[in-house]
């Protein structure tokens, strides 16, 4: 399949005409499924020719077997048997090209669906971190879903209307050759249709956009309400998101009322032509009969020609009328495949094995306007342990995402292991590195399948990772063990447990440098001592960076680094720092009353074999 991107094509101004943009996006179709598209095409075309050949054939039976009949009283049966022969010969073949043309338009639309969701999937997997925060994911759903399928939602009859061009053609023809007045008359129909086309385009693009956006919205409220619905039943705020749900869907309803309005005004108009045309066109034939000019046969088969066109004509419509919206789809979707920001990558390529040495210089980072971090400079020696403590917005989980690199630095470098991230080979980070952040994420999985992810990894070192996240007993404690399955987004766990789940996660994978950002929060902190002294002891190739508000977390880390408004205030043993900088002193004296005062937190004893 070829690869050519709907975002070369669409990328014009929004004042081009949607006629002319619609044709940029058929090209593009065409150009990407072309066998398809030829082999259904034909077969259409196959279909038009057989569809003019009945209609000669028609004229012959009713000029040659049965007006003679008529006058003689009596068929011949020779007569009779190859009348019937040509018209069932006619009617296979026509049948065959019916066959090709579904099958080749049906098997086109469901390519190029997948196709584009596939790039869209590639572009999400692409673009950083800050693309996504900036964009709302039930938009980014819609993007997918909603919008590819309205893309190529004119595919479906495209290639009939393509082949039956044919058949328009032939037809003409034929009934220029049988007379050129009734063709004339007919003929009006077809500059009828293209004004009709040309307005409704012209009205039918904002509407579309409009309902087009809308879907997503409804999208993306549907999905805030589902990914919070705890929020939702705790507060009892079930009838605020059904009215702020209800707002929205009825604005869609609306949309896609005005839309139906408006087609439902085209797509009669379009089928009446035809009928005008042909009631024209027998009035006019009339005539010509009387007077001598064309004979009764030649009359019936100029009609029957005529009627065979009406179809045609409104399968043009279907792909002309369904234009406007597949345009507004496909922009849609070309903005996603355009959108810049994507990780450049090089081609070093980092060791394989070693605590990873990582240092930061001078680096800042916004997100928009908004500077989140300003000149951050600091290293982190191999097989160390630093801690990032730093009060509410200070930048401490942005200072995550640049190493890992999620993001890269508006200014500044980040070194591993004397290497620029910006200069790595793509896939070299994530082979180095595992962060385990404030968020724990499960999958709707086995225990096995959150922790191997999909890898190849056999079940004595998902155990031996399990054990050092403090996981092990509980885990061994659940109905199938490893093989029990956590429910979407691990609901079926407690707080603590997913988080070492997560944790085994990550060090499943023996990373050489791992980061943990706020990821033991929901455990205990007799339990979180033991994960953070187990990193410490283990054979693991490891430097950690965890970013802790537990002064017993803070105390085992070998350097701390405070950071305050996005700049690094004072780095170096947690004694030293508490001695000269007030800032921290007053941070982790709030901390370690705020931990005498609260209750314990997920306690690993009471928690084992829980299953929610």
Same mark, same amino acid.
């Given at each position: 399949?070829?690869?050519?991107?709907?975002?070369?094509?669409?990328?014009?101004?929004?004042?081009?005409?949607? &006629?002319?943009?619609?044709?940029?996006?058929?090209?593009?179709?065409i150009r990407e499924e072309r066998k398809v598209f030829l082999l259904a095409a034909t077969s259409s075309g196959t279909y038009g020719l057989m569809t003019v050949a009945s209609s000669?054939?028609?004229?012959?039976?009713?000029?040659?077997v049965i007006l003679p009949s008529i006058n003689h009283g009596h068929a011949k049966t020779g007569a009779l048997v190859a009348a019937v022969a040509a018209i069932v010969a006619v009617?296979?073949?026509?049948?065959?090209?019916?066959?090709?043309?579904?099958?080749?338009?049906?098997?086109?639309?469901?390519?190029?669906?997948?196709?584009?969701?596939?790039?869209?999937?590639?572009?999400?997997?692409?673009?950083?971190?800050?693309?996504?925060?900036?964009?709302?994911?039930?938009?980014?759903?819609?993007?997918?879903?909603?919008?590819?399928?309205?893309?190529?939602?004119?595919?479906?009859?495209?290639?009939?209307?393509?082949?039956?061009?044919?058949?328009?053609?032939?037809?003409?023809?034929?009934?220029?050759?049988?007379?050129?007045?009734?063709?004339?008359?007919?003929?009006?129909?077809?500059?009828?249709?293209?004004?009709?086309?040309?307005?409704?385009?012209?009205?039918?693009?904002?509407?579309?956009?409009?309902?087009?956006?809308?879907?997503?919205?409804?999208?993306?409220?549907?999905?805030?309400?589902?990914?919070?619905?705890?929020?939702?039943?705790?507060?009892?705020?079930?009838?605020?998101?059904?009215?702020?749900?209800?707002?929205?869907?009825?604005?869609?309803?609306?949309?896609?009322?005005?839309?139906?309005?408006?087609?439902?005004?085209?797509?009669?108009?379009?089928?009446?032509?035809?009928?005008?045309?042909? &009631?024209?066109?027998?009035?006019?034939?009339?005539?010509?009969?009387?007077?001598?000019?064309?004979?009764?046969?030649?009359?019936?088969?100029?009609?029957?020609?005529?009627?065979?066109?009406?179809?045609?004509?409104?399968?043009?419509?279907?792909?002309?009328?369904?234009?406007?919206?597949?345009?507004?789809?496909?922009?849609?979707?070309?903005?996603?495949?355009?959108?810049?920001?994507?990780?450049?990558?090089? =081609? =070093?390529?980092?060791?394989?094995?070693?605590?990873?040495?990582?240092?930061?210089?001078?680096?800042?980072?916004?997100?928009?306007?908004?500077? /989140?971090?300003?000149?951050?400079?600091?290293?982190?020696?191999?097989?160390?342990?630093?801690? /990032?403590?730093?009060?509410?917005?200070?930048?401490?989980?942005?200072?995550?995402?640049?190493?890992?690199?999620?993001?890269?630095?508006?200014?500044?470098?980040?070194?591993?292991?004397?290497? =620029?991230?910006?200069?790595?080979?793509?896939?070299?980070?994530?082979?180095?590195?595992?962060?385990?952040?404030?968020?724990?994420? *499960?999958?709707?999985?086995?225990?096995?399948?959150?922790?191997?992810?999909?890898?190849?990894?056999?079940?004595?070192?998902?155990?031996?990772?399990?054990?050092?996240?403090?996981?092990?007993?509980?885990?061994?404690?659940?109905?199938?063990?490893?093989?029990?399955?956590?429910?979407?987004?691990?609901?079926? &766990?407690?707080?603590?447990?997913?988080?070492?789940?997560?944790?085994?996660?990550?060090?499943?994978?023996?990373?050489? *440098?791992?980061?943990?950002?706020?990821?033991?929060?929901?455990?205990?902190?007799?339990?979180?001592?033991?994960?953070?002294?187990?990193?410490?002891?283990?054979?693991?190739?490891?430097?950690?960076?965890?970013?802790?508000?537990?002064?017993?977390?803070?105390?085992?880390?070998?350097? /701390?680094?405070?950071?305050?408004?996005?700049?690094?205030?004072?780095?170096?043993?947690?004694?030293?720092?508490?001695?000269?900088?007030?800032?921290?002193?007053?941070?982790?004296?709030?901390?370690?009353?705020?931990?005498?005062?609260?209750?314990?937190?997920?306690?690993?004893?009471?928690?084992?074999?829980?299953?929610?």
């Open positions: 399949m070829a690869t050519v991107g709907i975002e070369d094509r669409l990328d014009a101004p929004a004042e081009e005409p949607v &006629l002319r943009r619609g044709f940029r996006l058929l090209a593009s179709g000669w054939v028609l004229g012959q039976v009713t000029s040659k009617a296979i073949v026509k049948a065959a090209g019916i066959i090709g043309r579904r099958v080749g338009a049906s098997v086109m639309q469901a390519n190029l669906e997948a196709a584009y969701r596939r790039r869209v999937t590639r572009s999400y997997l692409r673009l950083p971190m800050e693309w996504h925060q900036r964009h709302p994911t039930g938009e980014l759903l819609s993007n997918a879903n909603a919008d590819v399928s309205t893309m190529w939602d004119f595919v479906s009859p495209l290639p009939f209307s393509v082949g039956v061009l044919v058949m328009v053609v032939v037809a003409a023809v034929a009934m220029l050759v049988v007379d050129p007045v009734i063709a004339l008359v007919g003929g009006l129909v077809f500059p009828a249709v293209a004004l009709l086309n040309y307005l409704y385009q012209r009205t039918m693009g904002p509407v579309a956009n409009r309902a087009q956006q809308l879907r997503a919205d409804v999208s993306r409220v549907a999905h805030e309400s589902f990914d919070g619905a705890l929020v939702v039943k705790t507060l009892g705020r079930e009838d605020d998101e059904t009215r702020r749900f209800a707002q929205t869907a009825w604005q869609l309803r609306d949309a896609n009322v005005e839309v139906g309005r408006r087609r439902g005004f085209f797509d009669p108009v379009v089928d009446a032509l035809p009928n005008l045309g042909l &009631l024209l066109v027998l009035v006019v034939g009339a005539h010509r009969v009387g007077s001598g000019a064309i004979s009764t046969g030649q009359l019936v088969e100029v009609a029957y020609l005529f009627t065979l066109l009406a179809f045609p004509i409104r399968a043009i419509g279907w792909v002309l009328g369904g234009m406007a919206e597949s345009v507004v789809g496909g922009e849609r979707v070309s903005r996603v495949l355009r959108a810049t920001g994507a990780l450049e990558y090089g =081609d =070093d390529q980092l060791p394989d094995d070693g605590a990873a040495h990582v240092e930061l210089r001078s680096v800042d980072f916004a997100y928009g306007d908004s500077t /989140v971090l300003s000149d951050v400079t600091f290293p982190v020696a191999a097989g160390r342990t630093v801690a /990032v403590v730093g009060p509410t917005g200070a930048g401490k989980s942005t200072l995550t995402m640049l190493l890992v690199r999620l993001v890269d630095p508006r200014s500044g470098q980040v070194f591993l292991d004397g290497v =620029d991230m910006r200069d790595t080979a793509r896939g070299a980070v994530a082979a180095s590195v595992a962060i385990v952040p404030q968020q724990t994420f *499960l999958f709707e999985d086995t225990v096995r399948g959150n922790v191997t992810l999909g890898s190849d990894i056999p079940d004595s070192d998902v155990w031996a990772a399990l054990r050092l996240a403090q996981a092990d007993r509980f885990v061994g404690a659940l109905p199938d063990g490893l093989g029990t399955r956590v429910g979407e987004r691990g609901a079926t &766990l407690s707080g603590g447990q997913r988080q070492r789940v997560a944790l085994a996660r990550a060090l499943v994978r023996r990373p050489r *440098l791992l980061i943990l950002d706020d990821a033991t929060s929901s455990v205990d902190p007799r339990v979180e001592e033991r994960i953070l002294k187990g990193l410490r002891d283990a054979a693991l190739p490891s430097t950690v960076v965890v970013v802790a508000h537990r002064s017993a977390t803070i105390r085992l880390a070998d350097e /701390v680094v405070y950071v305050e408004q996005g700049s690094v205030v004072d780095r170096g043993p947690h004694a030293e720092v508490v001695a000269r900088c007030e800032g921290y002193r007053a941070l982790v004296t709030a901390y370690e009353q705020q931990e005498d005062q609260a209750p314990t937190a997920d306690d690993d004893e009471s928690d084992v074999g829980v299953v929610r």
